[in-house]
């Protein structure tokens, strides 16, 4: 079975800084897809960032940057000048690719990230 | 941007009542999920549906659970005879196989049981 930990349930980061929450997984599969969600207060869950496994470049989306480490099976988010706006829980996520099916997300149990202005 | 709605966004209910939640999922997708996610948890998988039947379900999909896509836009989930327990905040998603299958989420609908 597949499984997702977060080591980090709170974390805090200065405003403009640069903060960095740890993801790693437990998989046999070859093919599958990691992601980042945000949920803020209001509780929507909200898709940060994705990765495909077959992928060796980290994926990036303007402040927000992975370092995914197949081998390890590690995969960190990183968020660069950090905003008010960005607090809020990160989740982990993973899926594995198989076509004709849908398949689950397993999450890990997130982390809560805290901006200090 | 195309998104997953939910309805309601509340909902109280008395204990022993039939809910149901209503979603309409992106509208080119083809694979629809419902997960939960009680006060201060992980979001916990329910179950997914493609081609209109039930892809994947996990234990907590028991036979008090029911999915349903009714029509060609709305995905339902009914909770047959409401515990206290199923107090949780219920997120319905979608997703494409052209996308990845990045799942996209609905803004969620919060069941109290009372």
């Known amino acids: 079975a597949q499984t997702v930990t977060q080591s980090q349930p709170e974390m805090s980061v200065q405003e403009a800084e640069t903060v960095t929450l740890s993801c790693t997984y437990d998989?046999?599969?070859?093919?599958?897809?990691l992601f980042w969600y945000k949920q803020p207060p209001s509780r929507q869950m909200i898709l940060v960032i994705r990765q495909e496994a077959y992928k060796q470049q980290n994926a990036t989306e303007n402040r927000f940057s992975v370092n995914f480490q197949k081998a390890a099976k590690s995969f960190s988010l990183k968020i660069s000048d950090s905003q008010l706006g960005d607090a809020a829980m990160y989740f982990c996520?993973?899926?594995?690719?198989?076509?004709?099916?849908?398949?689950?997300?397993?999450f890990g149990s997130g982390t809560q990230l805290t901006v200090l202005p | 941007e195309p998104e997953v709605t939910q309805t309601p966004s509340h909902q109280v209910t008395q204990m022993g009542q039939e809910v149901i939640l209503r979603c309409v999922p992106i509208?080119?997708?083809?694979?629809f999920y419902w997960y939960r996610q009680i006060l201060g948890q992980k979001v916990e998988f329910l179950v997914s549906f493609y081609n209109n039947e039930i892809s994947e379900k996990s234990e907590i999909f028991d036979d008090q659970f029911s999915v349903e896509r009714p029509d060609g836009s709305n995905f339902t989930l009914k909770i047959r005879s409401t515990k206290l327990e199923d107090s949780a905040m219920y997120f319905c998603?979608?997703?494409?196989?052209?996308?990845?299958?990045?799942?996209?989420f609905g803004e969620g609908s919060w069941l109290t049981v009372v």
């Open positions: 996520a993973y899926t594995y690719i198989s076509s004709g099916s849908a398949r689950q997300l397993t």
């Open positions: 998989t046999s599969e070859s093919d599958y897809y």
């Open positions: 998603a979608s997703s494409h196989p052209g996308t990845g299958n990045t799942i996209y």
């Open positions: 509208s080119n997708h083809l694979y």
